[in-house]
């Protein structure tokens, strides 16, 4: 199972909105509506900030949205913040014997 | 509280042992999905085992033959055993729990815990 593709890195300014995208393939993103997206800071464990593609859990700011078309996912960060400078990894279900693969990651950089 | 604690992470020779530990508060292991996740050093995040709640064991093909999954019930701990160690499994070792009724997104994981392999 090869990893997912994303961009190495995106900047914006605060206030801008920025679009991550991840590709797979049919096996895996194009085949289940299983997307989740994980926001990870420096020396920190990543944390979920969406789930089942466009789903946010409690507590993470609406800013972060969602989507997916045919085998690319996208995650949408608008009304960028400092704060919001992290690395991010998109991740899909490819069946229960490879329950997460996982994207490069991608550096998102707050100018 | 949902809490995760991954301990047992260290300094290994190459072809060395280690078992890792993550003790789970706030839920019940064993009527979860949990998983192991590593992250290499500047690398990115690699999927690396899988327990699910019936008790069905999967490993990503890097670690097949030479990690085990496992679970402790009464303890509420999950484990990985790792054996024939290798420098290329020098990384951040994270345990994780996969929410079923989240799409199996990982919505708990631990601090993590440093394995480095050299001699």
Redesign the interface.
């Known amino acids: ?1 090869s ?1 997912l593709t994303q961009p190495a890195s995106v900047s914006g300014s605060p206030g801008q909105s920025i679009t991550i995208s991840c590709t797979g393939t049919s096996s895996d993103v194009g085949s289940y ?2 997307v ?1 997206w ?1 926001q ?1 800071h420096p020396g920190k ?4 900030m969406i ?2 593609v466009s ?1 946010r ?1 409690s507590g993470v700011s609406n800013r972060f949205s969602g989507s997916k078309s045919g085998n690319t996912a996208s995650l949408t960060i608008s009304g960028l913040q400092a704060e919001d400078e992290a690395d991010y ?1 998109c ?1 899909s ?1 490819a069946g ?10 991608t550096k998102l950089t707050v100018l | 509280e949902v809490q995760l604690v991954e301990s047992g992470g260290g300094l290994v020779q190459p072809g060395g042992s280690l078992r890792l530990s993550c003790a789970a508060s706030g839920f019940t292991v064993s009527s979860n999905y949990m998983s192991w996740v590593r992250q290499a050093p500047g690398k990115g995040l690699e999927w690396v085992s899988v327990i699910y709640s019936g008790g069905s064991t999967y490993y990503a093909d890097s670690v097949k033959g030479r990690f085990t999954i496992s679970r402790h019930n009464s303890k509420n701990t999950l484990y990985l055993q790792m054996n024939s160690l290798r420098a290329e499994d020098t990384a951040v070792y994270y345990c994780a729990r996969l929410n079923t009724a989240g799409g199996n997104a990982a919505d708990y994981w631990g601090q993590g815990t440093l394995v480095t392999v050299s001699s």
Request: with cysteine; hydrophobic share 25%; charged share 10%.
């Open positions: 199972q990893a509506n299983l989740s994980y990870q464990a990543p944390k979920l789930y089942e789903k859990p990894y991740c279900y229960s014997s490879t329950p997460l693969v996982f994207g490069g990651g």
